[in-house]
């Protein structure tokens, strides 16, 4: 198989280094394996995966003009399901579904994950019928209430307001 990026070849390791291996390729070429691109775990010393003279299959990922060669063990190896990478397991409770299949749609304010101000918020304070315009208020009252007190507390620690430099 020719030396193209994409490719998969076999190759044969001919020196590591604290920052990677140097893989024999076909063809009398010569390309490395960075050591983020060893395995799919966290590799400490290159030595604990690959030692000289292993034959291996590698991923070409990159040449460039100056004739290098980038490659990659972990992108060579097939993964089988199980070894899905931990974002893609994520065990996720089901929605509930409506007889045609289709999730229920909430529409009373509530939202995963974060505050809002129709469900008891800091700014909302649970009043259901408070207007737009009293749920600001509140937000620049409190805003402006905790920017003061940041202010004073940054001001002690200075030495006070406008003080600037005295010779």
Same mark, same amino acid.
């Given at each position: 198989?020719?030396?193209?990026?994409?490719?998969?070849?076999?190759?044969?390791?001919?020196?590591?280094?604290?920052?990677? =291996?140097?893989?024999?390729?076909?063809?009398?070429?010569?390309?490395?394996?960075?050591?983020?691109?060893?395995?799919?775990?966290?590799?400490?010393?290159?030595?604990?995966?690959?030692?000289?003279?292993?034959?291996?299959?590698?991923?070409?990922?990159?040449?460039?003009?100056?004739?290098?060669?980038?490659?990659?063990?972990?992108? =060579?190896?097939?993964?089988? /399901?199980?070894?899905?990478?931990?974002?893609?397991?994520?065990?996720?409770? /089901?929605?509930?579904?409506?007889?045609?299949? =289709?999730?229920?749609?909430?529409?009373?304010?509530?939202?995963?994950?974060?505050?809002?101000?129709?469900?008891?918020?800091?700014?909302?304070?649970?009043?259901?019928? =408070?207007?737009?315009?009293?749920?600001?208020?509140?937000?620049?009252?409190?805003?402006?209430?905790?920017?003061?007190?940041?202010?004073?507390?940054?001001?002690?620690?200075?030495?006070?307001?406008?003080?600037?430099?005295?010779?």
């Amino acid at each position: 198989m020719s030396i193209e990026v994409g490719n998969i070849v076999e190759g044969v390791v001919s020196g590591i280094t604290n920052f990677g =291996a140097f893989i024999n390729l076909p063809e009398n070429k010569v390309g490395l394996v960075h050591i983020s691109e060893v395995a799919d775990v966290y590799v400490k010393d290159v030595k604990d995966f690959l030692k000289e003279q292993d034959k291996i299959k590698v991923k070409i990922l990159s040449i460039d003009e100056k004739g290098k060669i980038g490659l990659s063990v972990k992108q =060579a190896q097939e993964k089988k /399901p199980e070894e899905q990478p931990q974002r893609e397991q994520r065990n996720f409770a /089901p929605r509930p579904q409506r007889e045609g299949g =289709a999730p229920f749609q909430r529409n009373d304010g509530f939202r995963a994950g974060g505050n809002d101000f129709r469900r008891g918020s800091r700014f909302g304070g649970g009043s259901g019928g =408070a207007s737009f315009e009293d749920k600001l208020s509140r937000f620049l009252k409190d805003s402006d209430e905790r920017l003061t007190d940041l202010s004073r507390k940054t001001d002690s620690k200075r030495g006070g307001r406008g003080g600037g430099r005295r010779r």
